[in-house]
């Protein structure tokens, strides 16, 4: 693939920093269901979500659960859809071994209560964007997925996800062009980006593409090196994230931005399952 021309312009979209107020939450599980072999969706409600707020698609709030020793832990998660009306709040968990959040929502049950605090704030990407390309495993599947059904007609939006089998794919309803590409690959292979690679080598990345990354660090970092050195794709025209780290617990390394971060952070712990305890999903 030739390298991609440059000629994004000068007025790349900005992402805007919006602070809320910060709340914790008592709310009550309505539903809990399997979504996918390994997606469940948790429906919450309450009075106390009164207030509410949510001004991206890939925000995070904290949920505060038992941990495996019984200890209280926090963890983050998306808020997949939010409804005043309804006064409901959906989260997505990631359906896998050995985390208390997957653990907690296995065994969720209607009337059962989750504590939440945030989102404390949002990053708002506003500008002229054309087209987004947003990129991700199933730990992004939840703010992909809302940031399609969101998007206005006129939109144009390509996903690239990467998930366990045919029976993990979603589908979204949006009044957005989308077109979805889906990658099959095991759980114990989430931080190999090579599959992710080919598929963008296929793709074109018109002028006025936003890239949006959520994935593994390792595959984030491997996806944005790409856009950028292969690809010619401005950096103010990509947001990467590694969502989680392979091989540490409850780490993640958020807004990357060229080498800055530490490979020091994403070494594996002794003794840490290499699928993510934690992680925003």
Known sequence: MEKQNTGFGAGAPEIRR???ELRQRCLKVVSAIRLTPHMIRVTLTGPELEGFVSASPDDHIKIFI?????????RDYTPRRY???????????????????????RAALPGDTLDIGGPKGSQVIAGPVD??????DETALPAIGRRVEELPGQAHVTTVVTVPGAEDEQAFVTAARH????????????????????????????EGCFVW?????????AVRQYLVRQRGVPVQWIKASGYWVKGRADA??????GEDWLDTACAPQAGVPAWPAGGKA
Not at 66 to 74: H, M, Q
Not at 131 to 136: A, Q, S, T
Not at 213 to 221: F, L
């Open 66 to 74: 038992p941990g495996l020793d019984g200890a209280l832990v926090r």
């Open 252 to 257: 993640s390394v958020k807004n990357m931005t």
């Open 179 to 206: 077109q979805a590409h889906w990658m099959h690959r095991p759980l114990e292979q989430a931080d190999d980006a090579t599959g992710v690679l080919a598929i963008l080598e296929k793709l074109s990345i018109p």
């Open 131 to 136: 087209h987004w390309l947003l990129i991700g």
């Open 18 to 20: 919006v602070r809320h």
């Open 213 to 221: 990354i959520g994935a593994e660090a390792h595959v984030a970092r």
């Open 83 to 105: 409804d005043p009306v309804a006064r409901t709040l959906v989260l997505d968990f990631v359906n896998h071994d050995g985390g208390p959040g997957a653990g907690w929502a």
